[in-house]
């Protein structure tokens, strides 16, 4: 079926993968699959809070989570972005208090408002570098993930070593797990959590010191 998508969630990662999850008209979390590097470019049709048109279908695949959903027609644009206004209200009406409430049940992807300590690079034991940020959310849990959201992977490539500055500060955070790869077992059924959009009701990240999309 066709139908309305608000993306919250735009990534890209080291590989030239990507990935997109957002809202339904019902405000209900929805991941498309496939999602190509390019289509999460600046010319590409999937952007934070710029409303798409999409034909969905379940998902076909044998590890499908909740929110996923198998593309049977391209993403178009479907208006312009949401005001400040409607960014706003959007976001403080869908976010969760904290991580682990985004996550009950089988979720994987949701919203919730943060405090930023501090993003910065950091090289895995393989030798990879990863951008990363640290958070607490409303319940005073804190956690450090990696950062997948395209912009920011854009603004700030690899290779990275140390702390970058003048990102800091209170906003809201999407939030994603993979699909369950049996290295992460325990507390996200499996899955690896990953930041997949630092948002504001601007609808960028420069309040952060990051370009804009």
């Given at each position: 079926?066709?139908?309305?998508?608000?993306?919250?969630?735009?990534?890209?990662?080291?590989?030239?993968?990507?990935?997109?999850?957002?809202?339904?008209?019902?405000?209900?979390?929805?991941?498309?699959?496939?999602?190509?590097?390019?289509?999460?470019?600046?010319?590409?049709?999937?952007?934070?809070?710029h409303p798409v048109r999409i034909g969905l279908g379940p998902s076909?695949?044998?590890?499908?989570?909740?929110?996923?959903?198998?593309?049977?027609?391209?993403p178009r644009p479907a208006g312009p972005a949401l005001d400040p206004?409607?960014?706003?209200?959007?976001?403080?009406?869908?976010?969760?208090?904290?991580?682990?409430?985004?996550?009950?049940?089988?979720?994987?992807?949701?919203?919730?408002?943060?405090?930023?300590?501090?993003?910065?690079?950091?090289?895995?034991?393989?030798?990879?570098?990863?951008?990363?940020?640290?958070?607490?959310?409303?319940?005073?849990?804190?956690?450090?993930?990696?950062?997948?959201?395209?912009?920011?992977?854009?603004?700030?490539?690899?290779?990275?070593?140390?702390?970058?500055?003048?990102?800091?500060?209170?906003?809201?955070?999407?939030?994603?797990?993979?699909?369950?790869?049996?290295?992460?077992?325990?507390?996200?059924?499996?899955?690896?959590?990953?930041?997949?959009?630092?948002?504001?009701?601007?609808?960028?990240?420069?309040?952060?010191?990051?370009?804009?999309?």
């Open positions: 079926m066709t139908g309305t998508l608000l993306p919250l969630a735009v990534t890209l990662d080291a590989d030239g993968g990507a990935c997109v999850a957002g809202l339904d008209l019902d405000g209900r979390w929805i991941r498309p699959e496939p999602v190509t590097a390019e289509q999460v470019g600046p010319e590409g049709p999937y952007a934070f809070f076909t695949e044998p590890d499908a989570r909740p929110e996923d959903r198998a593309v049977i027609a391209p206004a409607m960014r706003e209200r959007l976001l403080k009406d869908t976010a969760d208090a904290s991580v682990e409430k985004a996550f009950a049940g089988e979720r994987s992807a949701g919203l919730v408002p943060v405090d930023v300590r501090r993003i910065y690079g950091r090289r895995s034991t393989g030798g990879r570098s990863f951008l990363r940020l640290e958070f607490t959310d409303e319940s005073g849990a804190e956690h450090d993930w990696i950062v997948r959201d395209a912009r920011l992977v854009r603004a700030f490539p690899a290779p990275l070593e140390g702390p970058l500055p003048d990102l800091a500060g209170p906003c809201f955070l999407s939030i994603g797990l993979t699909k369950p790869n049996g290295r992460f077992p325990g507390r996200f059924r499996g899955c690896h959590p990953l930041v997949v959009g630092v948002l504001s009701e601007r609808g960028d990240v420069s309040a952060f010191g990051a370009a804009r999309p």
